[in-house]
């Protein structure tokens, strides 16, 4: 079994344009460490959100590209997803200006103004929920927010989903599941990221239970 650890180096757009972080054989099986869409800089409630925002590197740091060996533009990558295990305790999520459906922005005009910002730090605890308070906790339910294929030619941001997959937040994406995705470089270039503890048919606030 590989053990791909890009130890800090990520990704921040989808392309083939960057050098691979390894090569994968077809039907060989893989552990792949990832990051926060915050790049673990938001570590608790009191962090000002503003500044890391600013600081990090890009949103939704992708463990890629991954090389996959005698895959050709037309064919089509079958991923497995067999578990997903939390690599810290805790899990951040919260409310950024101007961004998510609930405060207005430029693609949501809405006639409030915007919502305040703020954090929530969630802890998984022995009975297998990603607890703020009695009040605030959800079941540990993770999926990937970000999975996809390198596109043709350009590079898309790991912001935006697409043709090849990309930043779609979708539960679905979760152990136990398999998604195809479209190869149209040679190798695939394959990406993954953005892993959720929970999160329900949308991020309504922006953001889900990152980890």
Not at 11 to 19: I, K, L, M, P, T
Not at 98 to 108: A, Q
Not at 124 to 141: A, I, S, V, Y
């Amino acid at each position: 079994m590989q053990i791909i650890d890009p130890k800090g180096d990520y990704g921040f757009v989808f392309g083939a344009y960057r050098e691979p972080i390894a090569k994968v054989k077809p039907g060989e099986e893989v552990v792949l460490y990832t990051e926060d869409a915050y790049c673990g800089l938001l570590t608790s409630e009191d962090t000002n959100r503003e500044e890391v925002l600013k600081n990090r590197p890009g949103p939704n740091p992708q463990t890629g590209p991954i090389y996959i060996e005698g895959a050709k533009a037309g064919d089509t990558l079958k991923v497995h997803i067999i578990n997903i295990e939390a690599a810290r305790d805790w899990a951040v999520s919260g409310i950024s200006k101007s961004f998510g459906g609930l405060t207005p922005n430029h693609y949501t005009r809405m006639i409030n103004t915007s919502l305040h910002e703020k954090t929530w730090i969630y802890r998984l605890d022995k009975e297998g929920m990603m607890r703020h308070d009695d009040f605030l906790r959800f079941p540990w339910k993770p999926f990937m927010g970000t999975i996809a294929t390198a596109p043709y030619r350009e590079a898309v941001s790991t912001m935006a989903p697409f043709e090849n997959g990309g930043n779609m937040d979708c539960p679905d994406v979760k152990p136990g599941n398999i998604v195809y995705l479209p190869v149209c470089v040679d190798g695939a270039y394959f990406f993954t990221g953005d892993c959720h503890a929970n999160q329900g048919e949308g991020e309504l606030c922006g953001t889900a239970l990152e980890i």
